[in-house]
């Protein structure tokens, strides 16, 4: 399955990026006065393939869910049950996100791809990859690879067959949500202690030092803080993940939700249908599959700018100017969220608004 949805990602169409320039510059407003949102209708037209491109509705949110076995390391100081306590939250509609969806207008579907506790939820809430997402309540997808990634600080977080496993789970959830009828995916997240392989996966993508991708996360004190930093230095020289061999990176250092929300972006990719990204676990997801996959970056749009260090790093390396930037570092899908409303805008202008001979208006 990875290979052919590899095989299957595609380079921008050119002749629908250059109509959707043209038109651009004959809509009734000043050229280029849209900004960054006229880029960005021109990208959207590429992965679609024609001009305009379709617009991006209904919107699916994927938050795909994992524990980490380096939280024995003392990188956060939030219990690791919290992971399956917030998919309850989740699946009751009591989180940020859900919150964010609603006015969205949004599906959430959370897919438990290797939490380590049992979820406090009722059998009949738990669906297998391949159940259709419905309008109403969130729903749970059980796709749990393993209870958890072993401690990246000892020995690989998982093996390559786990992290093979937890990319194709991504891959079918993408394909699942589109034939459903998504227009745009959007990434989400929940795993305590997932900043600390964030940060190990963008300084092993970046080969750039793990001081300049590792952040507060949660809001470690400075003790914390330092003995996350340390940890991910130390898991880098242990395991020395080379960048040119994407899946061994996301085995060594990676987490289950890592890899799978890479297998969202390439499956959203092979399938010409955007991804908007959210925080830090996001982007380091995103390196791993532009990793796999180059042409999957065209389909990637980057929703904001997370607090943390790591995302701006991942953000530059994959040539991709975040559409928001408020200092959020929840995760969950929420900054994604935020930023819809800017993507649909960016498509609908290519749909709605005259042209200067249509509306009769004087070009200058």
Same mark, same amino acid.
């Given at each position: ?6 095989a ?10 250059t ?45 795909f ?6 939280h ?12 399956a ?41 738990e669906?297998g ?5 419905t ?27 786990e992290?093979?496993?937890?990319? =194709? ?7 699942e ?17 997932n ?11 970046a080969?750039?030092?793990p ?8 809001g470690v004190?400075d003790p ?18 080379d ?5 061994g ?11 799978a ?25 995103a ?8 042409h999957?970056v ?9 607090? =943390? ?22 995760g969950?899908g929420?900054?994604a969220?935020?930023a819809?409303?800017v ?8 749909? =709605? ?12």
């Amino acid at each position: 399955m990875l290979e052919t949805t590899i095989a299957a990602i595609r380079p921008p169409d050119e002749p629908a990026m250059t109509a959707a320039r043209e038109l651009q510059g004959r809509l009734t407003k000043p050229a280029g006065s849209l900004g960054a949102l006229e880029e960005l209708s021109v990208r959207l037209a590429g992965l679609a393939g024609h001009c305009p491109p379709p617009l991006p509705e209904p919107a699916a949110v994927a938050i795909f869910a994992g524990d980490h076995g380096v939280h024995a390391q003392g990188v956060t100081p939030w219990p690791q049950e919290v992971t399956a306590q917030m998919i309850g939250n989740f699946l009751a509609g009591g989180a940020v996100v859900n919150a964010f969806a609603r006015q969205a207008g949004a599906t959430v579907t959370v897919v438990d791809v290797g939490v380590a506790t049992p979820l406090p939820v009722a059998a009949p809430n738990e669906e297998g990859v391949g159940a259709p997402p419905t309008r109403g309540a969130p729903r749970l997808v059980a796709a749990n690879v393993r209870p958890g990634t072993r401690d990246l600080a000892v020995t690989a977080a998982l093996t390559r067959d786990e992290a093979r496993a937890a990319v =194709e789970t991504g891959i079918r959830v993408a394909d699942e949500l589109i034939d459903a009828g998504a227009g745009i995916l959007l990434t989400g997240d929940m795993g305590i202690g997932n900043t600390t392989p964030a940060a190990a996966l963008i300084a092993a993508f970046a080969g750039i030092d793990p001081a300049e991708t590792t952040g507060r996360g949660t809001g470690v004190d400075d003790p914390t803080y330092a003995r996350k930093v340390d940890v991910v230095r130390a898991a880098l020289r242990r395991h020395a993940p080379d960048p040119a061999d994407p899946l061994g990176v996301l085995a060594a250092v990676g987490g289950l939700e890592h890899a799978a929300l890479a297998g969202l972006i390439l499956g959203a990719a092979a399938r010409r249908t955007p991804v908007l990204l959210d925080g830090v676990i996001a982007v380091a997801a995103a390196l791993a599959a532009a990793a796999l996959a180059p042409h999957a970056v065209a389909a990637m749009v980057a929703g904001h700018r997370s607090a =943390e260090p790591g995302a701006t790093v991942a953000l530059r390396r994959l040539g991709l100017e975040p559409l928001i930037d408020l200092g959020l570092r929840l995760g969950e899908g929420t900054g994604a969220l935020l930023a819809l409303p800017v993507v649909t805008g960016a498509v609908r202008v290519l749909h =709605e608004v005259a042209t200067f001979d249509s509306a009769g208006v004087a070009e200058k």
